[in-house]
Each structure stands twice: as C-alpha cells, then as structure tokens.
T-cell receptor
C-alpha cells in the first residue's frame, strides 16, 4: 500500500496570506489527523477528521481549519498567516479513530512564512 | 500545559552502547504510550507501544519500561547503531473517547560509529 502523501512538500508564503495543505491517507483509512511540529513546541495536535466530520480539535486559533472529503482526503487551511505559523505540518492517517488505532504519518509540508 | 515531559533533549551514544530516553506523564487517564522515530525529512513512524497493564515490552533491540505508580515510561535501545540516529518522541493518549494524543518534545539521538 502507498503511504500517506502530503502536498506540497515545501511552501513559502508571506505574512497575511492564506495557505491550503493537502493530505491523502493510506487507502482504506478513514481518519486523518493534522499536527504542527516546531522545534520549540514539538508535535502539537491540530484536529482530527473521521468520515468527513471533525472529531477532535486542539488548542489552535480559528485561523486554522480543515475538512475531509468523501474519499478521506483532507485539506488544512491557515488564513492570515503569521510568522509563528512557520512549521512542519504533518498529516497522519489511521483505519479508525486516532485514539483506537495506530497512526501513520506523512512526510509533512514545510511551511515558511516571511 | 505540557502533559508529557521527555528527557534528555539530546543524547550522544557510542556504537554498541545503550540509549535511554525517559518520559513522564501527568494524566492518569492515559492508557496508551507509543514511541515514534523520526528521521530528517520524514514523518514520525511508530516504533513500539505499551499499555499500562504490562511493565515492559521488548521488540528486537527496543524495550519500553513502564512504571505506572511513578507515571513514567522509558525507551531503551540496546546495542545502539549509527542507523538509530534520529529523533525519538514519546506520546500518551487514551484509547477511544475524545482524548487527543500528547507528545513529548523529542530527543535527538546521535550514535557515533
């Protein structure tokens, strides 16, 4: 099976712009979770989608949003980018809800905000 | 609030040595404790996981030790190899329900040949 894929792999944006990141889960996986990884804060949970519904949400401002499509692919959107949003954004998929099954991570999208 | 504290932040070990990474958690509701290994340019990959009904789990050169009363768990890498050089993350969550996985801040391991 192909692993979790994320596009794009690298992105440079300017403060104030918005960005959309994409994640394709492993075939058959219905849960997609998003994480932000930074050197200072480590891995922080953003949200989880299961069967097109947001199941859980971390402690991030409303500028961070996401959605999941019927084929389980997911997108994450960040509006009004700030310098502090520079990070590696990781997507993880699992066959069922993330707390019951192991998660498989993608390679991430490296976002740089200038 | 950091619910999982991981130490050390970095670790240098000679080839063949034992690497030990420690984690402590606060929420006693956690019942699933995975360790992830992350190489540069890659996402974290599940290495080994333990549930609190056992005190130790071994898979090859990797062993998790779990101390429920102390709310601590650790990863031991026996006979460390240069290929083990990576960042290791511990995590804690509760199976089912609405708990979200909480990760430690990571340990950068370098194994010298």
């Amino acid at each position: 099976k192909a692993g979790v894929t994320q596009t794009p792999r690298y992105l440079i944006k300017t403060r104030g712009q918005q960005v959309t990141l994409s994640c394709s889960p492993i075939s058959g996986h219905r849960s997609v979770s998003w994480y932000q990884q930074t050197p200072g804060q480590g891995l922080q949970f953003l949200f989880e989608y299961f069967s097109e519904t947001q199941r859980n949400k971390g402690n991030f401002p409303g500028r961070f949003s996401g959605r999941q499509f019927s084929n389980s692919r997911s997108e994450m959107n960040v509006s009004t980018l700030e310098l502090g949003d520079s990070a590696l954004y990781l997507c993880a998929s699992s066959p069922g809800i993330a707390n019951t099954y192991e998660q498989y991570f993608g390679p991430g999208t490296r976002l740089t905000v200038t | 609030q950091q619910q999982v504290k991981q130490s050390p932040q970095s670790l240098i070990v000679q080839k063949g040595g034992i690497s030990i990474i420690n984690c402590a958690y606060e929420n006693t509701a956690f019942d699933y404790f995975p360790w992830y290994q992350q190489f540069p340019g890659k996402g974290p990959a599940l290495l080994i996981a333990i549930r609190p009904d056992v005190s130790e789990k071994k898979e090859g050169r990797f062993t998790i030790s779990f101390n429920k009363s102390a709310k601590q768990f650790s990863l031991h890498i026996m006979d460390s190899q240069p290929g083990d050089s990576a960042t290791y993350f511990c995590a804690a969550s509760r199976r089912g329900g609405s708990y979200i996985p909480t990760f430690g801040r990571g340990t950068s391991l370098i194994v010298h040949p």
